[in-house]
Antibody, heavy 122, light 108 residues
Framework: QVQLVQSGAEVKKPGASVKVSCKASGYTFTSYYMHWVRQAPGQGLEWMGIINTSAGSTSFAQKFQGRVTVTRDTSTNTVYMELSSLRSEDTAVYYC???????????????WGQGTLVTVSS | EIVLTQSPGTLSLSPGERATLSCRASQSLSSSYLAWYHQKPGQAPRLLIYGASSRATGIPDRFSGSGSGTDFTLTISRLEPEDFAVYYCQQYGSSPPTFGGGTKVEIK
């Protein structure tokens, strides 16, 4: 069965960076794009970006460009999201989410990781 | 980017009642690329409906979606205890994908 297992909670100081991992199993890793979506406490969902797990190419929401890096390791079926220059507003649960993989359909998510809480506090 | 507005913010209903949730888009969605998710406390969202009206795998038929253009509706015909959650709509026809602010369905 498809599983996306994320790394554990992190506490960071303002200005630091955080790197969250998402390990996929139960399907062919490079056949599906992976996205990152975040959710601030008590708030809605915000799309951050996408990685083509086969080619390694990425695209990000304008809000995060220059501050977020997403990479993948095809030997371990793991995607990484690194967010730098953290501020208190980045406190959120960060989710990886698999794109559905239907031809012609983009940006629709069928499986999600369990989420990783990142807390930014001095 | 496309803005999605969900209403109402909170819906207070009893088990067995019918729930009707609304999602309005700031511009017409191509090919009805509108999805619905629900999210229970401490859990990740789960896909319920895509293409405005198609149920995702394993979703019971008490969930139905309708609409086109800019106005979409999620209907839960008879609320079960496990249906009390927050519901989000999402458009995936244009980039960036965006989500509505959510509707909380709570027990009355």
């Amino acid at each position: 069965q498809v599983q996306l297992v994320q790394s554990g909670a992190e506490v960071k100081k303002p200005g630091a960076s955080v790197k969250v991992s998402c390990k996929a199993s139960g399907y062919t890793f490079t056949s599906y794009y992976m996205h990152w979506v975040r959710q601030a406490p008590g708030q809605g969902l915000e799309w951050m970006g996408i990685i083509n797990t086969s080619a390694g190419s990425t695209s990000f929401a304008q809000k995060f460009q220059g501050r977020v890096t997403v990479t993948r390791d095809t030997s371990t079926n793991t995607v990484y999201m690194e967010l730098s220059s953290l501020r208190s507003e980045d406190t959120a649960v960060y989710y990886c989410a698999r794109e559905i993989g239907v031809r012609g359909v983009r940006n629709l998510f069928d499986y999600w990781g369990q989420g990783t809480l990142v807390t930014v506090s001095s | 980017e496309i803005v999605l507005t969900q209403s109402p913010g909170t819906l207070s209903l009893s088990p067995g009642e019918r729930a009707t949730l609304s999602c309005r888009a700031s511009q017409s969605l191509s090919s009805s690329y509108l999805a619905w998710y629900h999210q229970k406390p401490g859990q990740a969202p789960r896909l319920l409906i895509y293409g405005a009206s198609s149920r995702a795998t394993g979703i019971p038929d008490r969930f139905s979606g309708s609409g086109s253009g800019t106005d979409f509706t999620l209907t839960i015909s008879r609320l079960e205890p496990e249906d009390f959650a927050v519901y989000y709509c999402q458009q995936y026809g244009s980039s960036p994908p965006t989500f509505g602010g959510g509707t909380k369905v709570e027990i009355k």
